[in-house]
């Protein structure tokens, strides 16, 4: 494999080979000295067409922690901004000589496209396309969850994870629903009627309306972001109305398992999906996915561009 | 092919360098054994337990992961990453001794000694390896040593550790062509 695009592309054994990576990656991340000479002389693109902080931030450092050179390139104040294609983004970033490109588009399908084309020789890494997928922030989660709750090692069997919230636009929850599957997780997806896609009922989850009934029954549970930029039409009558049937507010974080976890992939809409209070709890472990999210993106850097060119770096 | 060192002659070796290695660092105190996976790190837990049975006393043991300061990544498939594991108390101002199983070209222990700085500070770093083959392309030395064997290029030496070959033994075999 020499590309990450989606969580539904990785087999088992590669999605824990990247988790444990991930764990030696996070060794090195809390010691003395933070930096590892092994992408040396590799040259990472970030191309970011949407806004984002902590993705391209996350990919910079995980970057710089492997000496490999990051370029940075966001649609605003670039030529971008002037009408000029992906096409010709990525072929003047080939001319340049990029190792990987990592791509966040509003395209849902823009990390494919430009994979399957021969406008880059490099690894293309999904960062985030349109509705579609966000695999290295699903990558972290399940790092996230299984350093909780299974001590660093294993996959996910018997846990379940609910994800709520605004389903239909999630990338989030579109990759997180693939990988915790793959891992064996169970999945429960919580929502208004208007915010779950429709097919929905046939992917591999559970549907529920009524977030107090699922709560007490999670090991962990993710809060999505209400996506304001994209509610072209009305999902839910009021933001009142969503945060009292679907925030996470005190009263309901009395109805979670004891150790059961609270994970927001950020940013956060304080008082809408997620009180100050639940985000700030003791079982809150938002901050910790965005030290993880370091760590993880250091792993497939390290997978997809480590070995030696030609053989395509095999994450296998 | 041809044995180069039986069960018994890889067990004096190891005995032998336990030995050597208290008598340098004055006891099992300010050491720490570090082995570099795979069987270097096997190797590592047998000085220890040989130490601590010479001593009475348990000496400090952990494995080093070198690969992502390899300098040869780029020609090589991709490998996968060992944990490292660095015994309580670390390794600052210990007397580190690298294990490995075969010494050759040196690149490995070099990356060994980048590797041991991202861990922190030690007061020396000394080698001990189970097999010096030659052929070094690096300045670096072993400070304990198995056996010396000395071998053409197009030998190749394989050490087999009972924990994972099923067996003790180091082979020399000649490669066709």
New interface residues.
């Given amino acids: 494999m020499r590309h990450l695009l989606s969580t539904a592309d990785l087999s088992y054994a590669q999605a824990n080979k990247i988790l444990d990576t991930a764990k030696e990656m996070a060794r090195i991340s809390e010691g003395p000295v933070k930096k590892l000479p092994t992408l040396r002389g590799r040259t990472i693109v970030n191309l970011f067409f949407e806004d984002s902080t902590r993705t391209r931030i996350s990919f910079e450092a995980a970057a710089k922690r492997l000496s490999a050179d990051v370029i940075n390139f966001s649609a605003k104040g670039s030529s971008a901004s002037k009408g000029e294609s992906l096409k010709d983004t990525a072929q003047t970033l080939q001319a340049m000589g990029a190792d990987a490109v990592i791509l966040r588009h509003s395209a849902s399908g823009a990390a494919q496209r430009l994979a399957s084309s021969h406008w880059t020789t490099g690894s293309v890494i999904n960062a985030g396309d349109g509705t579609h997928e966000h695999p290295t922030q699903a990558l972290l989660d399940a790092f996230t969850i299984r350093k909780h709750l299974r001590g660093g090692t294993g996959d996910l069997r018997g846990l379940t994870v609910a994800i709520v919230g605004d389903i239909l636009h999630s990338r989030v929850a579109r990759s997180n629903i693939h990988l915790l599957n793959l891992l064996g997780a169970q999945v429960i997806l919580v929502a208004p009627p208007t915010l779950i896609p429709l097919g929905a009922e046939k992917w591999p989850v559970q549907i529920s309306y009524d977030l107090d009934a699922v709560l007490p029954l999670v090991d962990a549970v993710m809060m999505l972001r209400v996506q304001q930029e994209r509610m072209n039409d009305f999902f839910f009558p009021t933001a009142r109305e969503y945060s009292h049937y679907y925030g996470l507010n005190s009263d309901r974080l009395k109805l979670m398992k004891p150790n059961s976890l609270i994970m927001h992939p950020g940013p956060m809409n304080r008082g809408l999906e997620i009180t100050a209070e639940s985000a700030d709890s003791a079982r809150s472990v938002i901050l910790e996915q965005v030290t993880n999210g370091v760590s993880v993106r250091m792993a497939v850097l390290y997978l997809l561009l480590a070995g030696a060119p030609n053989e395509g770096g095999d994450l296998i | 092919m041809s044995v180069a060192l039986s069960a018994v002659d890889i067990s004096r070796a190891l005995t032998r360098i336990a030995h050597e290695i208290l008598e340098r660092n004055g006891g099992p105190d300010s050491i720490v054994l570090m082995g570099i996976p795979t069987r270097g790190a096997f190797l590592a837990s047998r000085l220890a337990n040989s130490i601590a049975s010479i001593e009475g006393r348990e000496v400090r043991v952990g494995t080093l992961?070198i690969t992502?300061?390899r300098d040869d990544?780029?020609?090589?498939?991709?490998?996968?990453?060992?944990?490292?594991m660095t015994p309580l108390g670390g390794i600052e101002g210990r007397n580190v001794i690298l294990v490995d199983d075969v010494l050759f070209s040196g690149r490995t222990i070099r990356a060994a000694l980048?590797a041991l700085?991202?861990?922190?500070r030690p007061k020396s770093v000394q080698l001990a390896a189970l097999v010096d083959r030659g052929h070094r392309e690096l300045p670096i030395r072993a400070d304990y040593v198995g056996k010396n064997l000395p071998t053409s290029k197009a030998q190749s030496v394989k050490v087999h550790l009972s924990e994972i070959d099923g067996v003790d033994e180091v082979l020399v075999e000649t490669t066709e062509g």
């Fill in positions: 992961d992502l300061h990544l780029r020609l090589r498939p991709l490998r996968a990453l060992v944990p490292t980048d700085g991202e861990i922190g």
